[in-house]
């Protein structure tokens, strides 16, 4: 059972950055999809970053492509999202999850290990 702990949010004005991290109990190994999502209040829940362990496909909303990174450190235990150019729209509470294959990269119903979130909030 792989725990999931998010850290990193905060508040931000718009235009400026934060990296989130999420720290993985243990090392996770191929075969599995792991990701970010969030959530912003009475909105659904909602892919944001995401990539399958063991390859160099990676997934983004169109929303922050170009302005969002997602990554992970070598023994594969810390996942990153290091987020640029931040709007107020991007507010929202952050999570990081995973899930075993067979799953599709930012689809909630297919992750089945989440964090606890973090709160992002970016004033205009």
């Known amino acids: 059972q792989v725990q999931l702990m998010e850290s990193g949010g905060g508040s931000v004005q718009a235009g400026g950055s934060l990296r989130l991290s999420c720290a993985a109990s243990g090392y996770i190994s191929n075969g599995f999809c792991v990701g970010w999502f969030r959530q912003a209040p009475g909105k659904e829940r909602e892919g944001v970053a995401g990539f399958y362990t063991g390859s160099s496909f990676t997934y983004y909303a169109d929303s922050v492509k170009g302005r969002f990174t997602i990554s992970s450190d070598n023994a594969r235990t810390t996942l990153y999202l290091e987020m640029n150019s931040l709007k107020p729209e991007d507010t929202a509470m952050y999570y990081c999850?995973?899930?075993?294959?067979?799953?599709?990269?930012?689809?909630?119903?297919?992750?089945?290990?989440w964090g606890q979130g973090t709160q992002v909030t970016v004033s205009s």
């Open positions: 999850a995973a899930g075993p294959v067979p799953c599709a990269l930012g689809i909630v119903r297919d992750y089945n290990h």
